[in-house]
């Protein structure tokens, strides 16, 4: 049974890492430069402008595999998204193209199976960078149009999990086969088995970066998903009682709103008022002006939220 040890922002980020060097790409991922000497993860964090939150729960995750739901909630998503992204570049960019270079380094371009296991891990390498590029171009416009409050119709692309199946074929089947058919010797040995033992390590990175898309990032691209549509009601709600930040109202002009609540025609209200119909008219074009509220629900809505009238004392 793995050990489950929970750090704290108050632990030195150096212990942390001789605790387990795994750690070591997440610092790179999250913008955090080594050279911070004997400083504590929070220290190290806010010199290096990181959410410290975000920053210990995806540690600890990595560490203990388990994150709580009220953990989400309290998670930066832009902290999150740029780790991803950071992620999908050292993997991409670096981490690919590195063991390729060792595998053909370690092989014999000229042997037929060699092509074969080349070719193999061409095609592993292609089905990782299709997934990770349809993110790009997808999940991630999508979760920045969240941190700016917009939501669309649509839910949020599949996770990485969904087509992760074929990948991991692809990639076992090439461990397989360099194990059980290569035979080496001397120098070309300890070539092949240096870089199985950077694809394993590879692999272990990648399966931990599903883990974090799949138990921590949707998670909480879930929660901001919930609160921009509560905030996208809300601003439909202030739009609909029109922002009373506009021209004030005048007495009257309440007069007015309280009455065509109460049900009352133009007539009616200018009965109860003592004043004109064609008064009552302009009254009311006023009204929708300042408020550009055009309806008696709108008009109800804003008169039960600026406290005109009484709730209990309103026929919906």
């Known amino acids: ?20 060097y795994g750690i070591l790409p997440m610092l790179s991922a999250f913008g955090i430069n080594m050279g911070f000497g004997d400083k504590t993860v929070r220290e190290v964090c806010e010199s290096q402008g990181v959410d410290t939150y975000t920053f ?8 203990n595999g388990h994150i709580d739901s009220d953990t989400v909630d309290r998670l930066s998503v832009p902290t999150l998204l740029h780790y991803l992204k950071a992620s999908h570049v050292y993997f991409l960019d670096f981490e690919l193209p590195f063991i390729r270079k060792e595998l053909s380094e370690a092989l014999d371009e000229n042997d037929s199976l060699a092509i074969l296991i080349l070719r193999l891990y061409d095609s592993y390498a292609h089905s990782v960078k299709a997934h990770m590029h349809y993110e790009e171009k997808t999940l991630f416009p ?11 119709n649509n839910a949020f692309v599949e996770p990485f999990s ?17 194990i059980k058919y290569l035979p080496g010797d001397g120098l070309s040995n300890n070539r ?27 998670p909480a691209i879930h ?25 004030a109202l005048s007495d009257r002009e309440k007069d007015v709103i309280i009455c065509v609540v109460q049900g009352m025609a133009n007539k009616e209200i200018a009965d109860h008022l ?43």
């Open 56 to 63: 210990m729960s995806v540690v600890n995750y990595y560490v």
């Open 274 to 316: 003592n004043i004109a119909t064609n008064t009552v008219i302009t009254h009311r074009r006023n009204i929708a002006k300042k408020l550009q509220i055009h309806t008696p629900a709108g008009l109800t809505i804003y008169a039960i939220v600026n406290n005109l009238v009484d709730i209990s004392a309103v026929n919906l």
């Open 192 to 218: 092949l088995m240096h870089t199985l033992y950077d694809i394993y390590n590879s692999e272990r990175w990648l399966y931990q970066h599903v883990e974090m898309e799949e138990n921590i990032f949707i």
């Open 142 to 152: 999508y979760v920045e149009n969240l941190i700016e409050g917009s939501i669309g």
């Open 1 to 20: 049974m793995r050990n489950i040890k929970m750090y704290e922002a108050d632990d030195k980020m150096i212990s942390i890492i001789h605790d387990d």
């Open 223 to 247: 929660r901001l998903e919930e609160k921009c549509r509560q905030t996208g009601v809300t601003k439909k709600i202030s739009n609909m009682i029109g922002g009373a930040d506009q021209e």
């Open 162 to 178: 969904k087509h992760h199946g074929q990948t991991d074929q692809k990639l076992k089947e090439l461990k397989n086969i360099i």
